[in-house]
């Protein structure tokens, strides 16, 4: 049965001094199967592609995902919104990951900063501001499938797992 799976890739690119990190979306049945389309996408050195973290989306902020070939009654979309700030402590520009559900990306931006106020980073010498807003429907539609959202009191929650897993292929 297809899902999507949110993919962490890594690997190194040309004149790059540290590891490179980017997030894929892929429809498969198995993460196995997306490992195609991840080497195709991968914009760096074709032989350092790895897997860091990966899970199969089937709930998300208080909804069950399902895919379907028809399309949904109402307007809601799954989003996936990258928050990006910095803490005077760390020398790096920080990440946070979040998937919202919401009728637009506007409406999905307030979602995703209003899920941050309570982490123990947030602070006033802690920015963070949107960063990227990426409807999944994209992803989706390239498969003639539609995602649809039910509301839940008991959503599942992102089971991921993580660890580094080479998939990179040998350059010609």
């Keep these: 049965m297809a899902k999507i799976f949110a993919i962490y ?4 690119a040309e004149k790059s001094l540290i590891e490179l990190h980017d997030v894929r979306f892929v429809i498969a049945d198995t993460i196995e199967e997306t490992y195609p389309r991840l080497r195709e996408s991968w914009w760096g050195r074709p032989e350092s592609l790895h897997i860091d973290c990966w899970g199969a989306l089937n709930g998300a ?14 307007q809601l979309r799954l ?16 990440h946070k990951n979040v998937f919202v ?11 995703a900063l209003k899920k941050i106020l309570d982490w123990k980073s947030h ?8 960063e990227n807003v990426f409807s999944l429907e994209e992803i989706a539609r390239e498969k003639s499938l539609y995602i649809h959202l039910e509301e839940t009191a008991d ?7 993580y660890g580094y897993h080479p998939i990179g292929k040998k350059a010609a």
């Design 101 to 111: 559900v919401a009728e637009n990306e506007s409406k999905a931006k307030v979602r």
């Design 123 to 130: 602070h006033k010498d802690y920015l963070h501001d949107v």
């Design 61 to 74: 902020d208080g909804h069950n995902i399902a895919l379907k070939t028809e399309p949904p009654e109402n």
């Design 9 to 12: 890739i890594g690997g190194s």
């Design 155 to 161: 959503p599942p929650p992102f089971a991921f797992k």
């Design 79 to 94: 989003y996936f919104v990258n928050l990006g700030g910095y803490d005077p402590e760390d020398f790096t520009e920080l």
